[in-house]
């Protein structure tokens, strides 16, 4: 029954919140009491309508403006120079191949639209803002199709043999049926999760911020939340290929979940604090924003270089020193499902000797950080650091299930080294 009305709730319930998101932003001033007092007087059913009706179907203009960028990302995936990176092995043997070049993307990305934009001036630099509702309404109308041919594809025209159904359409529909599912060459994941999620976050948080420019002119609130999340995103390309060893792209397949996750909930959900911003154009001091600016900076370095150190430890064999002294590691043997016995290193040494999953509280902070600059008028603005934070301690405790039942023993030694999950003593 959970795996049925689970996945069922929530495919019913993420559309609508994603435009609601949105609506609540451009037109009740990002005001929860607003919202409370107008489904009060009209009914839920009725702001809903008011909140996606107009989007629905997207825009002509949208729908363009969504394939050229489409096309451009999946030409630079294949266009752009990078290596040849092998990702994990997975749970049937195989290993998938990846081209690293999304800091490369990254840049040629930003570059273009700031050239096209406030150089060329071949549009406005407002153009996804100004169309936001709308390619939110395109990417919600397009992601049920496209999570349903993924559904069939891996049941039916799979890419490895890392695939498989559970019997129960609702479920496989949301959790999806194949783990690495590749069209023409291109990696789906790879695609949806980085090069239109994450990159398409960088271009809306550019946009916004050159709407607040064209309205009120740019504060220090926003140009803080937008430095700090440019930051982070270029972090993560930066790290793309770590990004590419994580639970998202190991474990979770391609579904509802996962694909429309990053094709809509991160450009409605995840850029809602800078949405906010633009018409609170609060004006923090040079003290103050400095001050949220470089702790928001540590944060996200300290989570980068946390992923660093695991990264290379297990590149280097556990070789390498951390914190200059020798790592404290776990020699951990598993059997992947085709019966191989594999190895690989558990680090308890770093940031990975204070909890076994600390990499998320500073994730969490820069999240905070970057929110700040909405001071506490609203909740709104904090809706997003809210919902990592349920989402990543969930991601926790699942990561910890599913090593444990993978690694055995060896894990269980692991944890008498790093007893804590995310915060010492705490969790």
């Known amino acids: 029954m959970r795996k049925f009305f689970g996945p069922l709730f929530l495919i019913v319930l993420c559309p609508p919140a994603a435009m609601l998101m949105l609506y609540i932003n451009a037109e009740m001033g990002g005001s929860l009491l607003i919202l409370k007092r107008q489904i009060i007087l009209h009914g839920i059913f009725f702001v809903l309508h008011q909140a996606w009706a107009p989007y629905f179907w997207g825009s002509p203009l949208a729908w363009k403006m969504l394939a050229s960028y489409a096309a451009f990302q999946l030409l630079l995936m294949k266009a752009l120079p990078g290596k040849a990176t092998l990702g994990p092995i997975s749970p049937k043997g195989n290993i998938p191949i990846y081209k690293a070049n999304g800091l490369v993307a990254f840049f040629t990305t930003l570059s273009v639209y700031g ?21 939110i309404g395109a990417l919600n109308l397009f992601s049920l199709p496209f999570c349903l041919f993924l559904y069939l594809k891996g049941r039916y025209f799979p890419s490895s043999s890392d695939q498989g159904t559970s019997g129960n359409f609702l479920f496989d529909f949301y959790w999806g049926t194949e783990l690495y599912p590749r069209v023409f060459g291109w990696d789906i994941k790879m695609f949806t999760n980085c090069r239109v999620g994450m990159m398409g976050w960088a271009l809306i948080a550019i946009s916004c911020a050159a709407k607040q420019t064209q309205l009120y002119g740019l504060s220090d609130s926003m140009l803080v939340a937008l430095l700090l999340q440019l930051y982070y995103i270029g972090k993560f390309f930066f790290w793309e290929m770590g990004y590419m060893r994580s639970l998202d792209i190991m474990h979770d397949r391609a579904g509802f979940y996962i694909c429309w996750g990053c094709l809509v909930w991160i450009g409605s959900v995840y850029t809602s604090p800078i949405q906010y911003l633009i018409h609170h154009p609060n004006h923090l001091g040079l003290l103050t924003s400095t001050l949220i ?5 540590t944060a996200i370095s300290i989570n980068l270089l946390a992923d ?17 002294k020798p790592p404290n590691i776990t020699l951990a043997k598993y059997t992947t499902g085709m019966g191989e016995e594999k190895e690989t290193l558990l680090l308890a040494s770093g940031w990975w000797g204070i909890a076994r999953h600390f990499h998320y509280v500073p994730e969490l902070l820069g999240a905070l950080f970057w929110s700040l600059p909405a001071l506490f008028s609203n909740f709104l603005p904090y809706f997003y650091f809210f919902f990592l934070t349920i989402l990543l301690v969930d991601r926790a405790f699942r990561d910890d299930k599913r090593c444990r039942k993978k690694y055995g023993i060896y894990w269980k030694e692991h944890c008498e080294k790093v007893p804590y999950k995310i915060l010492p003593y705490i969790i």
Request: hydrophobic share 45%; with cysteine; aromatic share 14%.
């Open 115 to 135: 050239l096209a934009s406030f150089g060329l001036k071949l549009f406005s630099p407002t153009i996804i803002y100004d169309n936001l509702g709308a390619l």
């Open 293 to 297: 600016f470089l702790l928001g900076f």
């Open 308 to 324: 660093r150190q695991r990264q290379r430890i297990r590149q280097e064999a556990g070789t390498c020193k951390i914190w200059l």
